[in-house]
C-alpha cells in the first residue's frame, strides 16, 4: 500500500474514487472537475474560507484508489447555540473513505491526520462535520449509514457519535399541491449560490423565511434537478396554523417553475415534529447521516 499526498497537480486521480464511493449516496451530485478541485481545496461556507490549514491522502495500491483522507484545521466552529465563531483551536476530518474489508487501510489514513493534529497541539477533533462538507455535496459533511463500517471503525479508534440526521428527498413534480393564494414569497440572492426566501401574507407581514441551495450551481454540470432546502422556518407568533405546509408549496411552485424537480433537505433524527412535517408533506427518508467526535484524551493515547 502507498500513501500519496494529493495536491492539484494529481487530483484528478481521486475523482473516479469520489464518483465510485458516491453511487447511491443521495448528497453525492455529479460534479465537474473544475468543482471537484475547487471544494476540494478552495471551498468556502457563507462566504467564509472554511479550512485555513487542508490535508488530502489518498491509499494506493497496483495504480488503484482503495481510500482517502481529507482533514485540516478550519478557520471557524459552531457554538452550542450554533452560533459561529472564529479565532478556534480545533481539527476535523472532513472525509475518510476506504474499502468496507480493508480497516488496515482506514488506520494508517487516520494515523496521519491524527498525527497532524498531535504535532499542531490540537485535542477537540470532529470527523463528518456537517457544514463543513464539500460544496459540490451542498455542504452536507456527515457520514451516510451505508458507510457505517467507516462510522464503526472510528468508534472503535477512540470516536463517538456527535450528532445525528436523517436525508429527505422531495419528487416536488409527483406532488399535487396547490400554490396558496392568501400568501406570497420573495425570494432574493445571498453568497455561495444561495437564496433566502421570505413568507409574508397579504398584507405584507413576514411570517416565516427559508434557505436554499442550487446544486446545479455548486456542481458545474448545469443539470437542474435539486435543490437543497438549508433550513425552513415559520415565525414563533405564526405557527400552529398550518403556514409550514402553506410556505413548503410555494417553494414547490417556486423550485417547478424554475425547472428544478426534486427538494433535498435534512433534520436532526431526535426532531420528530420536523421529521412528522416532511414525511406528511411527501418527502422520502433516504438514511441516517452521522458526524462524530474524538473522546477526551484519546488523541495522546492513539499517537503514543
Given amino acids: ?59 494506493q495500491e497496483e495504480g488503484q484508489v482503495k481510500g482517502f483522507i481529507q482533514f485540516g484545521i478550519p478557520t471557524f466552529h459552531f457554538t452550542e447555540a450554533g452560533k459561529i465563531t472564529e479565532g478556534i483551536n480545533i481539527g476535523v476530518i472532513r472525509n475518510l473513505y476506504f474499502e468496507e474489508t480493508r480497516n488496515d487501510i482506514g488506520r494508517s489514513l487516520l494515523d496521519l491526520s491524527l498525527s ?57 413534480k409527483e406532488k399535487k399541491s396547490e400554490c396558496p393564494n392568501n400568501s406570497y414569497i420573495e425570494a432574493s440572492e445571498i453568497e455561495d449560490n444561495r437564496q433566502r426566501i421570505m413568507l409574508f401574507d397579504q398584507n405584507d407581514k413576514a411570517l416565516g423565511s427559508a434557505e436554499m441551495k442550487y446544486i446545479d450551481k455548486l456542481t458545474g454540470t448545469g443539470e437542474n434537478d435539486a ?48 421529521q412528522k412535517f416532511y414525511m406528511r408533506n411527501g418527502f422520502t427518508n433516504k438514511g441516517i447521516t452521522r458526524s462524530y467526535v474524538l473522546k477526551r484524551n484519546r488523541l495522546s493515547a492513539k499517537i503514543s
Fill in 1 to 59: 500500500m502507498q500513501l500519496l499526498e494529493v495536491n492539484r497537480d494529481n487530483a484528478r486521480i481521486l475523482l473516479d474514487y469520489w464518483n465510485q464511493i458516491g453511487e447511491n449516496i443521495p448528497y453525492f451530485f455529479r460534479t465537474t472537475y473544475e468543482c471537484f478541485e475547487r471544494s476540494l481545496f478552495d471551498d468556502t461556507y457563507e462566504g467564509m474560507t472554511i479550512f485555513r490549514t487542508n490535508k488530502v491522502y489518498l491509499a
Fill in 116 to 172: 497532524f493534529f498531535k504535532e499542531n497541539h490540537l485535542e477537540d477533533i470532529h470527523a463528518f462535520y456537517h457544514a463543513m462538507g464539500m460544496s459540490c455535496n451542498a455542504h452536507h459533511g456527515k457520514l451516510h449509514e451505508k458507510f457505517d463500517y467507516v462510522g464503526k471503525f472510528l468508534c472503535e479508534e477512540g470516536f463517538e457519535i456527535e450528532h445525528e440526521n436523517i436525508y429527505y428527498i422531495c419528487d416536488m
Fill in 227 to 274: 435543490v437543497y432546502l438549508a433550513w425552513i422556518g415559520i415565525d414563533e407568533k405564526a405557527r400552529g396554523k398550518g403556514l409550514g405546509t402553506e410556505f413548503l408549496n410555494h417553494i414547490f411552485h417556486h423550485c417547478l417553475k424554475k425547472g428544478y424537480r426534486y427538494l433535498h433537505t435534512d433534520t436532526a433524527l431526535n426532531n420528530k415534529t420536523a
